[in-house]
């Protein structure tokens, strides 16, 4: 999902979007998050859902709990400030229930500010809803599961379950009510004092995993971590953060994948960027750190406390489907505005041992490449070609393929461009950690150009619709490599940088990002020039690609 403002009559012209959860039922993927118009925690809040066959084609969002009105004259304990004309903002730690029967139900809770520096995570909200999500795609009716301590069912809009007469949305209720592990991630909305949970404590956004001897493992922010023997009703040890794990103030998701190890996904530095997987055989020792998305889009809406970067990552909890693809499947946001979603191919592939010799006649063979394909960027396979195109003026289309590290290589492909008076297209061979030694780009004037140090060095020209081959053939060594263009003489160039070995190869239609950094204020309270805007779309098409050592 793109946020757009422009789009006044849609829900996606709110800018501050968060949040996200995933379900899998019904043969679909089914994706829930808040939205306010412009920041964090200012209201009006709702709710909304999208939903997807496959994973990477979305319907338009539609919302499932809509703004709800604080009843005028209220005042929290301890607070002067008084609700009048006010609406509530939502808050929530988890998204979807599968209950016992089959049924699907979406969650989502009503929180209160009132004033400056206001918390609607103090205990002192309305409270949590909940709504059945049917297969031919409408929706049950809203009900409270569950009220904070200021409400019911006489001072609220929605009916209470139990007063539903729907036995199994009772039911499910009740499911859901008596399983710890749900409760706990309800902590810090709900009542300080609710005897449901387990553990009230200030630890946030949890979740949690089976170890193969019943256990669960929760996994809190911050990386905090404890083990429970009994489903989540008591913990071994006060959450404590795991070693290794570099984690700040953003949520971890934890999962057992269909090949019997375990996977986390989170933010691994002090920043909600980038969003990295780690991956364990036995749930307790991880063993590595790989790269999911390393992309910060620009920031087209500020707003308050919107933080770049993918951040909030959720999976499918234990419940609520697991995809017949058998791969792991995250959601998340990008700098609190558009919503994303990856797939994890399992086992999860850390290194290439065979050289490359692909083309696209099978849509399949796109699992093997690592694509950054947002709404105006898409990155697919269509007519036996993988296709990049590209319409937003702030971000890009990318492929990536990875391939044996070596330090000597040839690398042959061909490019159809769909137009030579706008868009660009860039070429990188980079080392096994992405840093780039050398480029190609096919600019916005037909000029085929190579980065030689601070400057471009023109070797060609192209056309509309005119397929190029290319072959380079590199020697980290020595950092010389040639280029040759359709069969001609090749063309002696230097690296623009030293790298000891090369392992993959990216097509990306704009220029590398290097905003934000460590350095970058933390809160942008301005909207970029033209956020609204989309671009003519310019189009490339890869026909094929081998690699192959020297």
């Given at each position: ?25 019904n043969n679909s993927f089914y994706l829930e ?408 780009i096919l600019d916005s004037t037909g000029s ?103």
């Amino acid at each position: 999902m793109r946020a757009n403002r422009a789009d006044i009559n849609s829900t996606t012209s709110w800018t501050y979007n968060h949040a996200p959860m995933l379900a899998y039922w019904n043969n679909s993927f089914y994706l829930e998050y808040l939205s306010n118009p412009i920041g964090e925690h200012i209201a009006p809040g709702q709710t909304l859902l999208q939903s997807s066959k496959d994973g990477y084609n979305w319907s338009e969002p539609v919302v499932i709990f809509p703004p709800y009105k604080v009843p005028d004259g209220f005042v929290k304990p301890g607070k002067t400030d008084t609700a009048k004309n006010n609406y509530a903002v939502m808050h929530q730690r988890f998204g979807f229930y599968t209950s016992k029967a089959g049924k699907l139900y979406a969650l989502a809770y009503y929180g209160i500010v009132l004033g400056q520096k206001d918390d609607p995570n103090d205990g002192n909200g309305i409270g949590r809803v909940i709504r059945e999500i049917k297969s031919d795609g409408t929706f049950g009716s809203i009900h409270f599961l569950r009220y904070n301590h200021a409400f019911n069912e006489s001072n609220t809009e929605y009916p209470f379950y139990k007063s539903s007469g729907e036995k199994e949305l009772i039911v499910a209720c009740e499911e859901i009510l008596n399983t710890p592990l749900l409760m706990m991630q309800t902590v810090e909305e709900a009542d300080r004092n609710d005897p449901l949970i387990p553990l009230q404590k200030d630890f946030k956004a949890f979740n949690y995993y089976r170890l193969n001897d019943g256990r669960v493992v929760g996994l809190w922010k911050y990386a905090l971590t404890s083990i429970s023997k009994d489903n989540g009703r008591t913990w071994q040890y006060n959450p404590t953060r795991a070693p290794g794990f570099v984690n700040a103030n953003a949520k971890i998701w934890g999962q057992r994948t269909s090949d019997k190890k375990y996977a986390t996904v989170y933010n691994p530095s002090e920043f909600r960027w980038p969003l990295a997987v780690s991956v364990s055989d036995d749930g307790l020792k991880y063993k590595n750190l790989l790269l999911i998305n390393g992309e910060i889009s620009s920031m087209r809406y500020g707003g308050a406390y919107k933080s770049y970067g993918p951040q909030y990552v959720r999976g499918i909890q234990e419940m609520d489907g697991k995809p017949p693809d058998g791969n792991m499947w995250v959601t998340y946001s990008m700098n609190k505005a558009d919503m994303w979603v990856s797939k994890i191919p399992v086992p999860v592939k850390e290194r290439e041992v065979r050289h490359i010799n692909e083309n696209f006649g099978n849509a399949s063979v796109l699992n093997n490449w690592n694509i950054y394909s947002p709404i105006w960027c898409r990155t697919e396979v269509a007519d036996n070609k993988l296709v990049l195109n590209d319409s937003d003026p702030f971000d890009y289309a990318k492929a990536e393929r990875v391939f044996p590290i070596v330090k000597r290589v040839a690398i042959e492909f061909s490019i159809t461009p769909k137009q030579s008076k706008n868009g660009i297209l860039e070429i990188e061979l980079t080392d096994a950690k992405g840093i780039p030694c050398l480029r190609i780009i096919l600019d916005s004037t037909g000029s085929i150009l190579t980065k030689q140090g601070y400057r471009n060095k023109s070797i060609g020209k192209y056309n509309t619709d005119e397929t190029i081959n290319f072959k380079i053939e590199l020697n980290t060594v020595t950092r010389f490599y040639t280029v040759s263009i359709n069969g001609g003489k090749p063309n002696n160039n230097l690296c623009f940088a030293p790298v000891v070995s090369v392992g993959r190869i990216l097509f990306r239609t704009g220029s590398t990002r290097r905003f934000p950094n460590a350095d970058t204020p933390t809160d942008q309270d301005y909207d970029l020039p033209g956020a609204d805007r989309r671009e003519k779309g310019a189009v490339f098409q890869i026909h094929y690609l081998k690699t192959k050592a020297l």
